[in-house]
């Protein structure tokens, strides 16, 4: 699996945009980037994921680089609801479908 | 649609003891897998399967087991539970397609080993 490097901790004000960055410089062609959150102590929850177009759905946009060793989540309008833990994942069927999880970013959202 | 039930939501069990972990999901997707979470930590993969009679290991797979005979149904099985295994564990699943439409998780079952 292509590994994953995001930052420990981030910091967003209330209303301004949450740009969470992630690395993952050994992704294969066939590996698409996934992004979950984890509230509390919660499930995570699904957010968006690409292969190497930009997406754009209801909660938040995808940018991904044009050589695909980099990508980062948007959150356009961050609340507090938003404070979690952000996960960026990459995984292809070659392995069976799995997602092997990191550490993760703790995103705050401060008003 | 319920989405994926998972049961019970908190366990104490003994040292030795063992228990099932129950798992349905009503959405008919074929991968389903357990995570476990340890205080602090990120998910780790337990076990998870492709398709009923299929089933693999993931990275922590010591101590439990699964089976999968039907779509919706994927327990987890602790032998013999012994403190190193008090954890969250959440169940999950999805399609298995080319464009993965993303998890669904469970709301975890929160274990504690005495």
């Known amino acids: 699996d292509a590994k994953t490097t995001q930052p420990p901790s981030m910091d967003c004000a209330e209303g301004r945009a949450a740009n969470l960055p992630c690395n993952h410089s050994?992704?294969?062609?066939?590996?698409?980037v996934y992004w979950y959150r984890q509230i509390h102590s919660q499930g995570p929850q699904y957010i968006i994921h690409?292969?190497?177009n930009n997406e754009t759905n209801e909660m938040a946009s995808l940018i991904i680089t044009e050589d695909r060793k980099s990508s980062t989540l948007i959150l356009p309008h961050a609340t507090l609801r938003d404070t979690a833990v952000y996960y960026c994942?990459?995984?292809?069927?070659?392995?069976?479908?799995?997602?092997?999880f990191g550490a993760g970013t703790i995103l705050r959202v401060k008003s | 649609n319920a989405g994926v039930t998972q049961t019970p939501k908190f366990q104490v069990l003994k040292t030795g003891q063992s228990m099932t972990l129950q798992c349905a999901q009503d959405?008919?997707?074929?991968?389903m897998s357990w995570y476990r979470q340890d205080p602090g930590m990120g998910l780790r993969l337990i076990h998870y399967?492709?398709?009923?009679?299929?089933?693999d290991q993931g990275e922590v797979p010591n101590g439990y087991n699964v089976s999968r005979s039907t779509t919706e149904d994927f327990p987890l099985r602790l032998l013999s539970a012994a403190p190193s295994q008090t954890s969250v564990y959440f169940c999950?699943?999805?399609?298995?397609?080319?464009?993965?439409?993303?998890?669904?998780f469970g709301s975890g079952t929160r274990l504690t080993v005495v």
């Open positions: 999950a699943s999805s399609y298995l397609t080319d464009s993965n439409y993303g998890y669904t």
């Open positions: 050994t992704i294969s062609g066939n590996e698409y």
């Open positions: 690409g292969l190497k």
């Open positions: 994942i990459v995984s292809g069927l070659e392995y069976g479908n799995k997602l092997v």
């Open positions: 959405m008919n997707h074929e991968y």
């Open positions: 399967s492709v398709g009923a009679g299929i089933t």
